[in-house]
């Protein structure tokens, strides 16, 4: 820098009580994009009905209240309104029109669960305590994630049919262990990608009944079976090829997770891979923000988890004894798999 020169910063944006405001008004948002999926307002309005009265008349509902739903989602980025009529954005256009395979709007029936969202009635209680001060949502045998095997079977589904083919090994025997399966997706997709690929999936009974349906409507049942149970006490068996851990390490706090690995690598033959999907920050924490944001989501549900970034994923698999550590990440899901060696 030359004697003389000077920076220019950019100026700081005036301070703003209109975003306190729409901070605590935030649980509007969630409350009408749940009841405009609730409605198939999306769906109507990419189907032709692009007047407030149109929508009305195909949802059985107020005129008036629908066009203050619509002209809100307008506002917040959903909607496009010209002269009166509405219009998709590409975001609902593509995820929030029931008619294609890409819809992913029964999401909203677990992420705006009355049990998720009183997690979250209390959070300076979590801060003061360190951790959830409702009923953790790992407590055995959870009801609601049944309810999150159904609901977000779409959207991770999709992170699985990427996951799939930068880990299956297709014509070779394949014996995969999907660790706290839901839904039984990852696992699934991997039986898909591999004929010869045999699964075994662990969650509580309840919850693997999903798994099972999904695997029959796949037409992979022949190759699914069930290790009903918690995967840190339950008898996994032995020689797995391939352990999925999807978007389970961020329940728990780092011990707890070094010894669940170490278990896992146990069950493993030597050389093969596990594969680690999750919502990871960068190393600041802040960024990208909604991986970065996913931990306060732990802090409202859980008694010790959040959101690692690679630095802390990384040393709890060195400290299981995993090799050759890798991170990639999954677009354009907000997901990053994590790969490492037994």
Known sequence: MNAGDSFVSSPSPPP????????LCAFQLTEALKGA????????IAAGAATASAIAERTNASERAVRILCDYLTVRG????????YTCSPTAAVFLDKRLPSYIGSIANFLAHERIVNSYRNIAGAVRKGGTVAT???????????????????????VAALVAPLVATPGQPQKVLDVAAGHGLFGLSVAKANPSATVYGTDWADVLKVAVENATALGVADRY???PGSAFEVELG??????LV????????????????TRLRQAMTPGATIAVVEFMPNEDRVSPPIAAAF?????????????????????MLARAGFSNRRAQPLPPTPQTLVTAVA
């Open 37 to 44: 999926i609730e409605l198939d307002v999306f769906t109507h």
């Open 16 to 23: 703003d009580p209109g975003a306190i405001l729409d901070a």
């Open 238 to 243: 032995t020689a797995f090829n391939l352990v």
């Open 78 to 85: 959903f909607l496009g309104k010209e002269g009166g009529r």
């Open 295 to 315: 931990s306060m989501q732990m802090l409202g549900a859980t008694e010790s988890g959040e959101a690692y970034p690679f630095s802390d994923l990384d040393a």
């Open 136 to 158: 953790s949502t790992v407590s055995p045998n959870d009801p609601v994630w049944v309810e999150f095997a159904r609901s977000m079977a779409p959207f991770l589904g999709m």
């Open 225 to 227: 079976h069930t290790i």
């Open 246 to 261: 999807p978007n389970f390490l961020h329940h728990f706090d780092k011990a707890t997770n070094t010894s669940l690995l």
